[in-house]
């Protein structure tokens, strides 16, 4: 009997996986596209503007330090600037801190706000230091600060906020920001200098 030769594969089912892959990556690639094109459109309809936050006046009252424990309340007023003519924000969550050579001094959180297009909303914060144990170092910078008429502290800001434009509202973003280095000087008479925000989003 005559060996028979086996027939070879078949390479149809290979080809056939091979366009498949190939349409998807096309779809997938076409769908990346309209997505970049959707976000450059509705950059270049709201134009957004960088936001911009300025630490206006700053104050200490009831400053008492003794055996290395701070008590004092620090009154600062945030500046929240946005210049935005289409876009709005929500802040959800804020935390806000006044710290000394990277220690904290005193915390707070602010309730939530909603700022409107082409707004200032200015922001009271009042942080309360009580019996907040300090490093013998810090007492004593802070001691010496103080005796020279004004300390250099830092303003903290830790916010949760969305974007508004239209009636589209965005996902959850964290701001952050870091108001440095304010002069707050133990006498009123003196004219506070503003200061600026460093802003991360």
């Given amino acids: 009997m005559a ?6 594969p078949s390479s149809q089912p290979r080809r056939q996986s091979s366009s498949l892959l190939r349409i998807i990556a096309i779809i997938l ?3 990346i596209i309209l997505v970049g094109l959707a976000v450059l459109i509705i950059w270049l309809s709201v134009k957004p503007r960088k936001l911009i936050y300025t630490i206006e006046s700053a104050s200490i009252h009831n400053y008492n330090l003794s055996h290395d424990l701070l008590n004092a309340t620090f009154d600062f007023e945030l500046r ?19 710290t000394y050579d990277d220690t904290t001094l005193a915390f707070n ?3 939530p ?71 707050v000087h133990v006498s009123s008479s003196k004219i506070f200098d503003r200061t ?3 802003i991360d989003l």
């Fill in 3 to 8: 060996n028979q030769t086996p027939a070879a």
């Fill in 29 to 31: 690639l076409s769908l």
């Fill in 80 to 98: 929240a600037y946005n210049p935005n003519t289409k876009l709005s924000i929500y802040y959800d969550r804020i935390e806000t801190k006044v």
């Fill in 109 to 111: 959180n602010l309730p």
């Fill in 113 to 183: 706000f909603y700022q409107p297009r082409k707004n200032v909303t200015r922001l009271g914060l009042n942080l309360v230091s009580k019996d907040v144990v300090l490093f013998p170092g810090i007492s004593k910078n802070l001691r010496m600060e103080k005796n020279s008429g004004e300390i250099e502290v830092e303003v903290r800001v830790k916010a949760k906020v969305r974007f508004k434009v239209g009636i589209w509202k965005s996902n959850h973003r964290t701001l952050k920001l870091l108001c440095a280095p304010i002069m």
């Fill in 196 to 198: 600026y925000c460093d």
